[in-house]
């Protein structure tokens, strides 16, 4: 392949793998804290990515305010969805499974409810900038990846500030450990829950604006997370950071191989690298092998 | 009443699937989301056999299961081990490699346009005859050792294998018997929609399988069946507001779950005991 | 006869040494008690023995087979059963399916067999139903065939634990704080209750426990952990008198 190309190629991949990021962070948070796949973060990107393009088509276009208001929307979205899918049936103390099984219908519920009232309408995002590329020398940078690679930047960036320096972010990580540990410390446990689902509700929230301006938006738009949830698989479940780089190398992987050998091969070659990878290293990329207590 | 018929075929048609994941996530606990992957499988077989290398139908369905059985068992092999929500994962991916790789076998499989022209060998007193033998196998197994090993394994792995039980080998058992069920059903019902393609069932059809199962009880076959006839009809019958009904689906289940975590049936199975309480006989 | 033997047994958790260099040697129908502070690594020993987790080094002998690297279910085939500290009944099982399933490995229908319900199946089936309600009888809890465990008094799941571990006839059986939350009626009850099935089953049992009277009764041995290292060995009578254990359990008190 060309050298420019290639860079280009790179250079998508890594703002894809941007998104893939936020993605494989915003599964892993609950993962961390809750143990279970937490499938209803598609349910959020989706409602996210409707709502953004709502508000920024008929009641203000600019792309920072819109975004700032989905992203924070997102947050509420997910809070709302702890307290009234999970909740519930954490206060019965219900098995893993449950959690798990309510998490998808969760997803479903949102992808049918939008597939039955929306879903004959293509609606992709306004046009928010004039010029939809810039030009770095013989490379020609599509300017909407180059947001999305900032913002996934800046985000993590915060994200890591507040899980590192500020109180709640050292509960949530302390949660991560053993759910009661919190309580230990003065924090209430529901609290730091309604956090952890708020923050990544934020992840979904940026997530789904992001991928609805790339891609418009249609009631399968949830689905796209799955890509994150390979990341974080990857990236070991439990390892934040992990899920951050095998995003990244996901995105990068993914672009370079579509480019070269299309997509449904591309589909194979990861998918079937993953099983390899899972066969070798069962516990992903930065994940800790987990032990049973007897 | 042709139209009657025709639900009664899509709806049992369905129920033979819901019943190769009541075995494999309701019974034992492991949750596959590539059984789309199976219906595929077995579909194409029996499909591709009989079209293209004039194989007899009988022959045709045989291959079909066996198909689905040995790739269950070579997919088992790496993900049996891995944990549950790796494994949920991990056949996700299965069930959309299948669906990369029916698209881009092209020459062998029609690529996006799929297999047309299939004839109707499947029939309404087939599938009841299926759906009966495939539910009296699973209500043996389940009254006896396997089924007990099965619901061990999902309360409990750890104390599962210090009784004594292979885990490992018995979750192979399963996942082979489940995809074998599961291939089976395909098979049918690419003889009884008459054309298939990659998109046949999707990972949104596999999650409606384990949440049907969950809606009926995962301790109740007959809870899975009800479930899944209920749910399958109630979409034939409503074919406009089709999308609608997964939102009500959905809904079912998150009541269920939240207000009867057992399941509407629990552990409510049909049996000559439940059926008559007065000829009481010892379990 | 030598039940069991573990040479030498280590197991280290991410630094921290959770059983270092355990060894002790059991005999045939003999009662042992592994006792020590909360954190010694009594538990440790037992998920050791029975494969949960492989040991770092050392190697592990029962009746004369080095069971040190099999996996947990083979461990449990050969005769080593046991119960939990934190009871692990199985909750969608019944009482009566509880101990079933313990019964499994000794039965030898195959899964064709049992889908077709043939005669070895039908047969070996029956003989599993009518073991089990001979265990329920002999705990008093018959007329608890139908209830789900975790719907019992505490009491009686201990009970049933016990039942469930040795529904595969053991010749070695790990009970893991098995008067921990019962009363003092119930811990008399437990100790009559496990001498005799000592004899009647010819058993050899392992017990770990914070309950001195329970194991002042009825071991005849004692080893002693703390922080993961034996301390002590010998008879309680001696053990009850030995300052290093004293010095473990109640601190530097000069």
Not at chain 1, 41 to 48: C, F, P, Q, Y
Not at chain 2, 226 to 250: K, P
Not at chain 3, 204 to 219: A, F, G, K, Q, T
Request: proline share 3%; glycine share 10%.
């Amino acid at each position: 392949m060309e050298y420019q190309i290639l860079l280009q190629q790179i250079f998508n991949g890594i703002s894809l793998g941007g998104v893939y990021a936020l993605e494989a962070v915003g599964f892993g948070i609950i993962f961390n804290i809750l143990k279970f796949s937490n499938f209803s973060h598609s349910g959020v990107v989706a409602i996210t990515a409707y709502l953004g393009f709502f508000i920024s088509k008929y009641v203000y276009t600019n792309f920072l305010v819109t975004l700032t208001i989905t992203t924070l929307a997102g947050g509420f979205i997910g809070v709302m969805i702890e307290k009234l899918i999970f909740r519930p049936i954490r206060l019965k103390g219900a098995p893993l499974t449950l959690f798990l099984v309510n998490s998808i219908t969760a997803a479903m519920l949102v992808q049918q409810f939008f597939a039955a009232t929306l879903g004959d309408d293509y609606y992709p995002y306004p046009v928010f900038m004039k010029q939809t590329s810039i030009n770095l020398g013989t490379l020609t940078i599509s300017k909407t990846y180059t947001l999305m690679l900032i913002i996934s930047g800046l985000i993590l960036l915060l994200l890591t500030l507040v899980l590192k320096r500020t109180k709640i972010g050292i509960a949530l990580r302390a949660a991560s450990t053993d759910v009661r540990t919190p309580s230990l410390m003065g924090v209430n446990i529901d609290f730091v829950i309604s956090v952890a689902f708020f923050i990544a509700g934020v992840l979904g929230g940026i997530t789904g604006y992001l991928l609805g301006m790339t891609y418009s938006v249609d009631p399968f738009i949830g689905s796209m997370i799955l890509k994150g949830i390979i990341a974080a698989i990857i990236g070991g479940m439990g390892s934040l950071g992990g899920g951050v780089i095998a995003g990244l190398l996901l995105g990068v992987a993914e672009s370079l191989l579509i480019a070269e050998i299309g997509s449904s091969l591309t589909q194979i070659a990861i998918y079937s690298g993953i099983f390899v990878l899972l066969l070798i290293r069962p516990e992903g990329i930065g994940g800790k092998r987990y032990l049973i207590k007897a | 009443m042709e139209f009657y018929i025709k639900v009664l075929e899509i709806t049992c048609l369905h129920t033979i699937l819901v019943l190769g994941a009541y075995l494999m996530t309701g019974l034992t606990g492991l949750f596959s989301l590539g059984q789309g992957g199976f219906v595929s499988i077995g579909a194409y077989t029996a499909a591709i056999a009989f079209l293209h290398f004039n194989v007899p139908f009988p022959i045709a369905i045989l291959m079909a299961v066996l198909m689905g059985s040995v790739v269950g068992f070579l997919i088992g092999i790496p993900t049996l081990r891995l944990h549950r929500d790796y494994f949920l994962l991990v056949t996700f991916g299965f069930g959309e490699m299948v669906r990369a790789a029916l698209l881009h076998l092209a020459q062998l499989t029609g690529g996006a346009l799929g297999i047309a022209g299939i004839p109707k060998q499947v029939d309404l007193p087939m599938i009841h005859v299926s759906i009966l033998f495939i539910t009296i196998l699973i209500y043996n197994l389940k009254r006896s050792r396997f089924g007990r090993n099965c619901i061990a394994i999902r309360d409990d792995e750890l104390a599962a294998s210090l009784m004594g039980i292979n885990v490992y080998s018995h979750k192979m058992k399963v996942f082979i018997l489940g995809s074998a069920i599961t291939s089976y059903g395909g098979a049918l019902y690419a003889f009884l929609i008459m054309f298939i393609e990659p998109n046949l069932f999707n990972w949104l059809e596999s999650a409606k399988l384990i949440i049907i199962t969950f809606v009926g009880g995962v301790n109740s076959i007959i809870g899975a069946i009800i479930a899944s006839v209920v749910y399958y009809s109630f979409g034939e019958f409503f074919r406009f507001v089709d999308v609608w009904r997964d939102v009500l689906l959905a809904l079912a289940v998150l009541f269920v779950t939240i207000f009867r975590p057992g399941g509407i049936f629990g552990s409510w199975e049909l049996s000559l005991k439940n059926l008559l309480p007065w000829r009481v006989k010892k379990i | 006869m030598e039940v069991l033997k573990a040479i030498t047994i280590s197991k280290n958790f991410g630094g921290v040494s959770a059983v270092d260099q355990f060894a002790m040697v059991q005999q045939e129908n003999e009662i042992t008690g592994i006792i020590g502070p909360n954190g010694a690594g009594k538990t440790t020993v037992f998920n050791l023995i029975t494969g949960v987790y492989p040991v770092d080094t050392g190697e592990i002998w029962f009746c004369g087979k080095n069971i040190t690297r099999l996996s947990s279910h083979r461990i449990t085939d050969l005769g080593i059963t046991r119960t939990f500290q934190n009871i692990r009944l199985f909750r969608n099982l019944n009482v009566l399916d509880n101990l079933r399933v313990a019964y499994g490995i000794k039965t030898h229908y195959t899964m064709w067999e049992e889908m077709v319900r043939g005669s070895r199946a039908k047969r070996e089936e029956q003989e599993t139903e009518e073991l089990a309600r001979s265990y329920l009888a002999y705990f008093g809890l018959d007329q608890y065939v139908d209830t789900f465990p975790y719907n019992l008094p505490y009491g009686l799941q201990r009970r049933l634990e016990l039942a469930r571990a040795l529904m595969a006839s053991p010749k070695l059986l790990l009970l893991d704080e098995p008067a921990a939350g019962l009363n003092p009626k119930e811990i008399h009850q437990l100790i009559k209750t496990l001498l005799k099935i000592k004899e009647e089953k010819n058993l050899s049992i392992i017990i770990v426990e914070h309950h001195m009277e329970l194991v002042m009764n009825i071991c005849q041995t004692l080893h002693v952990l703390n922080f993961g290292k034996k301390i002590a060995e010998g008879e309680p009578k001696d053990i009850q008198q030995n300052k290093a254990v004293l010095q473990a359990y109640l601190g530097d008190e000069g």
